[in-house]
């Protein structure tokens, strides 16, 4: 499997940016999907997932500001970032797996990521 992240950029505080991951799978059927974000200096962190029963996860430091989305006709993920923050300054990261194993303990979810993306930079200006 193939991702393919989109749509960073650099935005001011307060602005919006979609993040756009498109997988190279047939389908997103048994697969959950997820993004993740590593700043410089500091470790790997989840933001957000989504299961193919269409349930949904977030960090808590995004709740309310980000969601994710997929659109299963065109195998992409999206993730929708609103007012954002200079602490969102990040590489993001889309990852695809299956529900179950490991625990991401920010996500409140357990599941084994097993495909990556090369990360797509976001900037968020003071």
């Known amino acids: 499997v193939t991702l393919v992240e989109s749509g960073g950029g650099s935005v001011q505080a307060g602005g919006s940016l979609r993040l756009s991951c498109a997988s190279s799978?047939?389908?997103?059927?048994?697969?959950?999907m997820g993004w993740f974000r590593q700043a410089p200096g500091k470790a790997r962190e989840g933001v957000a997932a989504?299961?193919?029963?269409?349930?949904?996860y977030y960090a808590d430091s995004v709740k309310g500001r980000f969601t994710v989305s997929q659109d299963n006709a065109q195998n992409t993920v999206y993730l929708d970032m609103e007012s954002l923050k200079p602490e969102d300054t990040a590489m993001y990261y889309c990852?695809?797996?299956?529900?179950?194993?490991?625990?991401?303990?920010?996500?409140?979810?357990?599941?084994?990521?097993?495909?990556w993306g090369q990360g797509t930079q976001v900037t968020v200006s003071s």
């Open positions: 989504i299961s193919s029963d269409g349930s949904t």
């Open positions: 990852a695809s797996g299956t529900v179950g194993g490991r625990q991401y303990r920010e996500l409140g979810l357990f599941a084994d990521f097993g495909y």
């Open positions: 799978a047939n389908s997103f059927s048994g697969q959950c």
